[in-house]
């Protein structure tokens, strides 16, 4: 046999990145991914089940995703020449960086800023990239360093910027002004405000399109009881959206999900508010319950999940937790301020009753 050594022509950035790859393994309860709990209606199952019988099965997917822009657009009260839909907004982070890679004068390799802790899939989309990543702290509540993102802007020449509000880990928003601060000084890159928790939170971003030319907003329907369908959305200039629409795979988006995913949008408003209503109360509810348990450290949520603080590491509690069947996201191997923090989804009230006795006794 004819023997090829792939290192030969890979990226020697693949040596230090890892796939990512959700935690195996079967737990009764898992709390780990930010998904919704499984509320849905069977009147709205027995919909999406009917839509989904009319598919041509043997037709490609429309490559215009006309239908499911339009749904979009009206939600968003844009024009649907401003809208693209990804594979979830995974895809339209990759395709963000696949187009806006031009080299800069301070930075050769196109440079992407973030903050830490926020969404892996940042810095792994652009490493896998070759780009070059900066990640600025976020500061002691968890809020956006103005300063250091002023600094980074300068000093770095990024292409984009990644901003997740409410951010993932920690379910905090950004301060509005702190954010409109970075993004007149980031005259020169794309500013990417993530939106994927927007749903259950008390604000959002989207005036920020009329004012600044250089942001884009993210949205996804993964965390309101949609992530089988696997869509996500960008909203932003239509020459913007124009250009990332030239590297989008013609046939991304699989029939059954533009299908779905547009009569989920004009049809099914209700089922995700209920879904939105009930994972806010028990957030507020979880929230109370664990702050009169010694030793934990709740963060005010803005999304479907809490960012606790322990006042022990939290890989041990997570292994325990495991045990006692119930799975969350642990912090702990990221070490620094990160080591003694645990996320838990919001589930439905059995879940989290089932969390707060396993944490109890975990401790
Ligand atoms: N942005 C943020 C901040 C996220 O936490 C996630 C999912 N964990 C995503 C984007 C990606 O969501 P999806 O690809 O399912 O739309």
Redesign the pocket.
């Known amino acids: 046999m004819q023997r090829f050594d792939p290192q030969t022509v890979l990226r020697p950035e693949l040596g230090e990145l890892k796939a990512y790859t959700p935690h195996l393994g079967t737990y009764e309860v898992r709390l780990d991914?930010?998904e919704a709990p499984p509320l849905l209606g069977a009147p709205a199952k027995k919909k999406l089940a009917e839509a989904a019988a009319k598919t041509a099965w043997h037709q490609y997917p429309d490559a215009g995703q006309k239908d499911l822009r339009k749904a979009i657009a009206k939600r968003m009260g844009v024009k649907p020449n401003q809208v693209i839909v990804?594979?979830?907004?995974?895809?339209l982070?990759t395709l963000l960086l696949t187009v806006a890679s031009r080299a800069k004068a301070r930075a050769p390799a196109p440079t992407v800023l973030t903050t830490t802790p926020?969404?892996v899939?940042y810095r792994l989309s652009a490493r896998i990239r070759g780009q070059r990543v900066m990640e600025v702290p976020l500061d002691a509540d968890w809020d956006l360093d103005e300063a250091g993102m002023l600094r980074a802007i300068d000093m770095a020449q990024p292409n984009v910027i990644f901003i997740?509000s409410p951010?993932?880990p920690t379910g905090t928003m950004v301060t509005r002004s702190r954010l409109e601060t970075v993004i007149e000084a980031a005259k020169s890159s794309i500013v990417v405000v993530?939106e994927?928790?927007v749903d259950y939170a008390d604000q959002h971003q989207l005036d920020l399109l009329e004012k600044y030319e250089n942001v884009v907003i993210?949205r996804?329907?993964?965390?309101i009881g949609f992530?089988a369908l696997?869509?996500?959305w960008l909203v932003g200039s239509a020459a913007l959206v124009a250009e990332l629409d030239k590297a989008r795979l013609p046939y991304n988006l699989p029939t059954v999900s533009q299908t779905l995913g547009t009569l989920v949008l004009e049809e099914l408003g209700d089922d995700i508010s209920h879904i939105c209503s009930y994972v806010k109360q028990e957030r507020a509810r979880l929230t109370t319950q664990l702050a009169t348990i010694r030793g934990v450290t709740v963060v005010p949520s803005q999304a479907n999940f809490l960012w606790l603080k322990l006042d022990v590491p939290s890989g041990d509690v997570f292994t325990r937790l495991g045990k006692l069947g119930v799975l969350v996201r642990s912090f702990h191997g990221r070490g620094g301020r990160l080591e003694q923090c645990l996320r838990v989804t919001v589930g439905t009230k059995e879940q989290n009753d089932r969390f707060i006795d396993a944490l109890r006794e975990a401790l």
């Open positions: 991914a930010n990804g594979v979830g907004s995974d895809e982070i926020t969404f899939m997740a951010n993932n993530d994927a928790y993210l996804t329907l993964s965390k992530a696997r869509i996500g």
